[in-house]
């Protein structure tokens, strides 16, 4: 059973950090491009960064450059999403998910075939 499963979410205050994971099993998650994707409510999800299956390169939305770092362990089988001065803006769903490429750019969400969960980041004084 392929799955993936986003952890570390949860309520940071305006300015501060929070790491997420997103784990995966039944997979080797070295052979997939990983992307992070948010959705916020009323709004379309957006893809927010993504990383190469080597972990070599790295794409970032305009909105969290600067702020956001992606980074994989391959050998854990885990993509991290280090959030740092965090805005209420960011306040969303988080949601990583495998694209079956070793690169990853301006693909389309419908080409990523795998999806966790989503864990909940709300950013709040």
């Known amino acids: 059973q392929l799955q993936l499963v986003e952890s570390g979410g949860g309520l940071v205050q305006p300015g501060g950090s929070l790491r997420l994971s997103c784990a995966a099993s039944g997979f080797t998650l070295g052979y997939y491009a990983i992307g992070w994707f948010r959705q916020a409510p009323g709004k379309e999800r957006e893809k927010v960064s993504c990383?190469?299956?080597?972990?070599?390169?790295?794409k970032y939305a305009d909105s969290v450059k600067g702020r956001f770092t992606i980074s994989r362990d391959n050998a854990k089988n885990t993509v991290y999403l280090q959030m740092n001065s965090v805005k209420p803006e960011d306040t969303a769903v988080y949601y990583c998910a495998a694209l079956p490429w070793a690169f990853c750019g301006s693909e389309t969400e419908s080409l990523y075939h795998y999806w966790g969960q989503g864990t909940q980041v709300a950013v709040s004084s």
């Open positions: 990383i190469s299956s080597s972990g070599g390169h790295t």
